[in-house]
Antibody
Framework: EVQLLESGGGLVQPGGSLRLSCAAS????????MTWVRQAPGKGLQWVSA????????YYADSVRGRLTISRDNSKNTLYLQMNNLRAEDSAIYYC?????????????WGQGTTVSVSS | DIVMTQSPDSLAVSLGERATINCKSS????????????LGWYQQKPGQPPKLLIY???TRESGVPDRFSGSGSGTDFTLTISNLQAEDAAVYFC?????????FGQGTKVEI
């Protein structure tokens, strides 16, 4: 069974850092691009960042570029999101999602999400 | 950036009736290289992650009931839910993946 399990969320002060992880299982992780999507409380979905499968090309929303960094360790089947200089507006549920293949395609498997709260 | 605009923001539909959700992109998401529309539809129920329903604008994801259908091309797209069931109450989002950022529409809430 294809599964994604996020971890690493929590409460952090403005300006602080967190590292989110997404453990993947049930598929050949390195063959697929991966994506982070977030959802603020009561709001819609916001695409945050994506990373290709083997070439590790990375892509970011303007609102997070320079503060959030996506990466992956294909040997550990794990996706990461390093979050620095966090702001209140970064508070959200962060979902990791598997793309349908290695490129720009829809996201066919989603994790349950991990919650990030940025507050003093 | 491509802006995705859905309409309506919410709608109430009776059981067994049809729900129609529209999604408009600020520029075409049709690729001239492969003649595919880079557009997907997702369903999200309370407390759950989104679920992929439709990709390439009209291809139903495996396991999705055939009462869900997608149509449109270029900048105008539609998700139709025929014979609405109680379990279809949810928020529906369109999203383009034609370049980055891969923006979502604001969502449409479907109530029974």
């Amino acid at each position: 069974e294809v599964q994604l399990l996020e971890s690493g969320g929590g409460l952090v002060q403005p300006g602080g850092s967190l590292r989110l992880s997404c453990a993947a299982s049930g598929f050949t992780f390195s063959n697929y691009a991966m994506t982070w999507v977030r959802q603020a409380p009561g709001k819609g979905l916001q695409w945050v960042s994506a990373i290709s499968g083997r070439t590790t090309d990375t892509y970011y929303a303007d609102s997070v570029r320079g503060r959030l960094t996506i990466s992956r360790d294909n040997s550990k089947n794990t996706l990461y999101l390093q979050m620095n200089n966090l702001r209140a507006e970064d508070s959200a549920i962060y979902y990791c999602a598997k793309n349908q293949d290695g490129g720009p395609v829809a996201m066919d498997v989603w994790g349950q999400g991990t919650t990030v709260s940025v507050s003093s | 950036d491509i802006v995705m605009t859905q309409s309506p923001d919410s709608l109430a539909v009776s059981l067994g009736e049809r729900a129609t959700i529209n999604c408009k992109s600020s520029q075409s998401v049709l690729s001239s290289s492969n003649n595919k529309d880079y557009l997907g539809w997702y369903q999200q129920k309370p407390g759950q992650p989104p679920k992929l329903l439709i990709y390439w604008a009209s291809t139903r994801e495996s396991g999705v009931p055939d009462r869900f259908s997608g149509s449109g091309s270029g900048t105008d797209f539609t998700l139709t839910i025929s014979n609405l069931q109680a379990e279809d109450a949810a928020v529906y989002f369109c999203q383009h993946y034609f370049g980055t950022p891969r923006t979502f529409g604001q969502g449409t809430k479907v109530e029974i």
